[in-house]
């Protein structure tokens, strides 16, 4: 007679595995209808006085932006750059990129695998993409992640999900996403001070991140088809 318990328990493993997309999609609804007006202020009032607290805190929004995907990163960085110093703030802020990417990546790699190879076996033209990762994952996912086509969450879920190597993943992905960050950071210190040195530097790194994009876009035409 045939055991059928190991083949239940397969069954019920490939279930679990859907269970953080679907925790996902349930967060991502929630915030979807109830934050719409979410606000610097409205961060401002969630965080402690407390430094160590108040980063605890902001690194946390970050985790639930990472699963929400809806709540956008240049409130978290400015709403960084108020409660602390620009320094410590730039700190906190790269901290929270480092989870904000993270757990999408995780969440892709444990469930959204056997989508992925389902879709490959089906559309073989997905394979091209697969393709191009594994000439040069550091490159592809820098250019995904600095082009921004796909919003950084759920690229982070499908990166996960093309079993991308973790550490070419985050090094790259902090790599191309700092630039903004520190940009972002130092406006929103400097926001009352337009005229001052930060100020002037942060739209300098805006303005050389949109030319250094536009240059990544036009030389690697093939990942972007």
């Not at 960085?77 to 901290?95: D, E």
């Amino acid at each position: 007679m045939v055991d059928l318990k190991p083949m239940k328990k397969t069954k019920l493993l490939e279930k679990l595995r859907y269970l953080p997309l679907i925790f996902m999609g349930i967060f991502f609804v929630y915030f979807a209808f109830n934050f719409r007006e979410l606000s610097v202020n409205d961060i401002l009032n969630y965080t402690p006085s407390n430094y160590f607290l108040a980063g605890v805190i902001m690194v946390s929004f970050f985790a639930i932006k990472s699963i929400s995907v809806v709540i956008p990163l240049t409130l978290l960085y400015i709403s960084s750059s108020i409660i602390f110093s620009w320094y410590w703030a730039i700190i906190v802020n790269l901290i929270g990129l480092f989870v904000s990417m993270t757990i999408p990546y995780y969440i892709g790699k444990f469930s959204g695998k056997d989508v992925v190879d389902k879709l490959m076996s089906k559309y073989p033209k997905i394979n091209k993409v697969n393709d191009i990762k594994v000439k040069n994952q550091w490159a592809f996912v820098f250019i995904v992640k600095i082009l921004g086509f796909i919003p950084n969450d759920v690229s982070s879920i499908v990166l996960g999900s093309l079993n991308t190597d973790y550490k070419a993943f985050i090094i790259s992905s902090v790599l191309a996403k700092t630039p903004m960050m520190l940009a972002k950071t130092l406006i929103g210190a400097n926001i009352n001070q337009p005229g001052s040195k930060g100020f002037k530097v942060a739209i300098l790194i805006s303005i050389l991140v949109f030319i250094f994009t536009v240059v990544i876009y036009w030389k690697n035409k093939d990942i972007n088809k």
